[in-house]
């Protein structure tokens, strides 16, 4: 094995800025030099090495380190972070906050001080540029952090390669520890059809990596998934006709289905061509390479749609490969390392977390497992299965859920009672209520667009069992009510609270106009 040369920065303290440099120069190819990150005054076997460093390595690093453990972490890229800062949340956040402000022009474009907005179409590349050229600042932050403030020894930018349980290979050299922790992460899923290698078909991936021009005025989405429809909500704002190909329902994810209707509904309202039962059989070739059209095969027969732009989101593959022709790891149907609920694998010694072990693949998980994970390795004795979690989507709304929808909840309960906003009325949503932070133009000038909030509560025992939100500005509150859900809240409880105003503390204030009476009725 060829020794890399390598940029020692243990003894090293670079600024946020210089990370800056370093990365860049790192991500653009100058060299390929490995970066290590050793403590020399540590001479303890590693508690644990864990094989990647996004936000499962370096959070259960990070724990493992506070407990007075030594860990090392090895990752492919020269940031520490992983795909978060990447390609993936950190972007989808970026364009979904475009999608807001575009639907907010496009709304009152001509009105107020809002400029016309009718045939305009603003551009894709700029906002990728722009998160291009940004996302550096996240990933040196990354490595400042990890090296100065958490005190976490690493080595970047060259792959690790497993030899055993206990033994990983770097740069030519090998590491060993007491335990491996994999946080190997996830691919996008490939659309396997004639034409999916042609410059032009996206994922998040490389749409962030190597978008050089400006996609036609119609584009493509493949998938009804929370990524086909954060980026197809965008594209669409931008102002372009945006057909999702779905293969069999969009939006499944929103648990109830009034608030699935409304989100989708205002969906199509913005433009957003949502084609269900519906899949992309063929990408064809302009003779040089790119995309030229797409054949989507509907229920109504084939289509050609004309366009230079397909952007694929059908979910992510855990990166499984390594640790199961190595070690054996057992491995699920869906390429995913199988745990139990102290996250370690089926061979000892070995844990794995994050996005590796299957959905859900969120941050959340990630960063816990992660943390779970290192106590366990640390001697802890300690469960993680992520369950039962609020969950978020961004339309050109921000869309937060908790428990239950109004369709489980009666198949569950006997005594449903329903307190929503706007609330059943003649005028439907023509009303001008739920008016929240950043709803408020909506709820004076286009009633119908201010946004949905629903609440779903046992009326035998008045306990709290969903909620639901469509507007902006609730997800942090939908954290804490979750945990307050799990616990028992009732309406009264709720009702007790000091509400903020607006946002989901329209739920406290509603809450207030039922909860003196012993026979709970709908709102
Ligand atoms: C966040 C990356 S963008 S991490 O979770 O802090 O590592």
Same mark, same amino acid.
């Given at each position: 094995m060829n020794e890399l040369s390598v940029i020692d920065v243990t003894d090293q303290r670079p600024t946020i800025e210089e990370w800056g440099h370093r990365i860049e120069r790192l991500l653009d190819g100058e060299s390929n030099a490995a970066i290590f990150n050793l403590r020399a005054d540590d001479d303890r076997e590693f508690d644990a090495i864990f094989l990647g460093g996004g936000a499962s390595g370096r959070f259960g690093s990070a724990y493992m380190r506070a407990m007075g453990g030594r860990q090392l972490i090895i990752d492919q890229w020269p940031f520490l972070g992983g795909s978060c800062p990447h390609n993936a949340c950190v972007p989808h956040h970026l364009f979904s906050d475009c999608a807001a402000e575009l639907m907010l022009q496009r709304t009152f474009g001509g009105s107020l001080w809002f400029p016309p907005m009718d045939g305009v179409i603003t551009s894709i590349k700029e906002v990728v540029d722009l998160f291009r050229r940004g996302r550096i600042g996240p990933h040196a932050i990354m490595n400042y952090q990890s090296k100065e403030q958490l005190d976490l020894e690493y080595i970047l930018n060259v792959p690790g390669r497993i030899i055993d349980a206990h033994t990983v290979e770097a740069a030519g050299r090998t590491f060993r520890a007491r335990n491996l922790i994999l946080c190997l992460g996830a691919r996008p899923q490939i659309l396997d059809v004639p034409g999916k290698d042609l410059k032009g078909v996206y994922t998040n991936v490389n749409l962030v990596e190597t978008l050089d021009y400006e996609p036609s005025a119609t584009v493509v989405v493949v998938g009804g998934s929370k990524t086909a429809v954060e980026y197809g909500s965008f594209f669409s704002a931008t102002g372009r006709r945006t057909i999702m190909a779905v293969r069999s329902e969009c939006l499944k994810i929103v648990p109830d289905g009034e608030i699935r209707g409304y989100v989708r509904d205002r969906m199509e309202e913005q433009g957003l061509e949502i084609w269900e039962r519906s899949q992309v059989v063929r990408i064809e070739d302009d003779g040089e390479g790119r995309v030229a059209g797409v054949i989507i095969r509907t229920p109504k027969g084939e289509e050609r749609v004309e366009t230079n732009f397909v952007f694929v989101a059908l979910g992510e593959i855990p990166n499984s490969e390594m640790a199961a022709d190595v070690l054996g790891v057992e491995i699920g149907p869906k390429n995913e390392v199988i745990v139990d609920s102290q996250l370690r694998t089926s061979v000892p010694n070995v844990y794995a977390v994050g996005d590796l072990i299957g959905g859900p693949m969120e941050m959340f998980k990630a960063r816990k497992s992660g943390m779970y994970a290192a106590r366990n390795a640390m001697g802890a004795t300690i469960h993680y299965e992520p369950k039962d979690f609020p969950d978020f989507l961004h339309t050109h709304y921000e869309v937060s859920w908790l428990g239950l929808g109004e369709e489980e909840a009666r198949a569950k309960y006997s005594n449903i009672v329903i307190i929503k906003? $706007? $609330? &059943?009325? $003649? &005028?439907g949503l023509d009303v001008a209520l739920p008016a929240s932070d950043r709803t408020m133009l909506y709820a004076f000038a286009k009633p119908h667009m201010s946004g949905y909030q629903k609440l779903i509560i046992d009326g035998d025992t008045r306990r709290v069992l969903g909620a639901h939100h469509v507007g902006y500005g609730a997800k942090d509150a939908f954290q804490y009510l979750n945990v307050l859900v799990k616990q028992g809240l009732t309406i009264d409880q709720l009702g007790e609270m000091d509400e903020l105003f607006l946002n989901p503390t329209h739920f406290i204030q509603l809450s207030r106009l039922r909860a003196g009476r012993q026979d709970l009725v709908d709102l």
């Open positions: 906003m $706007p $609330p &059943n009325n $003649p &005028n």
